[in-house]
Structures are given as C-alpha cells and as structure tokens.
Nanobody, 120 residues
C-alpha cells in the first residue's frame, strides 16, 4: 500500500508564496507520474500540474508562470512552489501518484489534501 502525505498549506495574502510538499511512502518500487490537483468549494477538482519520472511537466493555463512543480525521486517527494498567489487559487490541494509496488502491481493513489487560502 502506498500513502501520500501533503504539507505546506496555509493562509497567505494575495501576491505571496507557498511551497507544498507531498511524500510518498510504502512498498514502492517505482513512481511514474506525480501531480497536484485542487478543488475549490462548489467546484470540480482540477489539474494544477504534473511531472513525470523523467522531469517532463504540464501545467494548467491558470498557473503557468506562477507555479513550479518539481520532484526528488530519491525521496519520493513532489513539490509545488506557488508564487504570486491569487484569491482564486484558494482550494484544497491534493497530490497524486501512480507507479508500481514491490509486489509488481500498479498503484494510483491520492493524498488527503492541504488547504491553501489566499486573502485579498
């Protein structure tokens, strides 16, 4: 079983920055893609950014130029550096990962999420 635990959320003023972290643990053999998603109250969950094991990244148009996703494969950790935050970035941010466990089966899992609140 693979678990994801996020940290780094909080309350910040518009224009400020936050850095989210997500650590994967368990019987991991390999992690393929890792990513961040967010869900604001009354809205559907949306993709924020993803990163492959090779470092290729993809971003939602709304965060391009402001957010940067990165990962440390040795630590099974993915980060999301969020700059120039806006009130519309307020949401619960969840990380996701997929890959293979030691037993050879495929996993795809989500973290519990961390709240990000941006005040105007």
């Amino acid at each position: 079983q693979v678990q994801l635990v996020e940290s780094g959320g909080g309350l910040v003023q518009a224009g400020g920055s936050l850095r989210l972290s997500c650590v994967a643990s368990g019987s991991i053999f390999r992690i393929n893609a890792m990513g961040w998603y967010r869900q604001a109250p009354g809205k559907q969950r949306e993709l924020v950014a993803t990163i492959t094991s090779g470092g290729s990244t993809n971003y939602a148009d709304s965060v391009k130029g402001r957010f940067t996703i990165s990962r440390d494969n040795a630590k099974n950790t993915v980060y999301l550096q969020m700059n120039i935050l806006k009130p519309e970035d307020t949401a619960v941010y969840c990380c996701a990962a997929d890959g293979t466990v030691l037993a050879g089966t495929i996993f795809a899992t989500w973290g519990q999420g961390t709240q990000v609140t941006v005040s105007s």
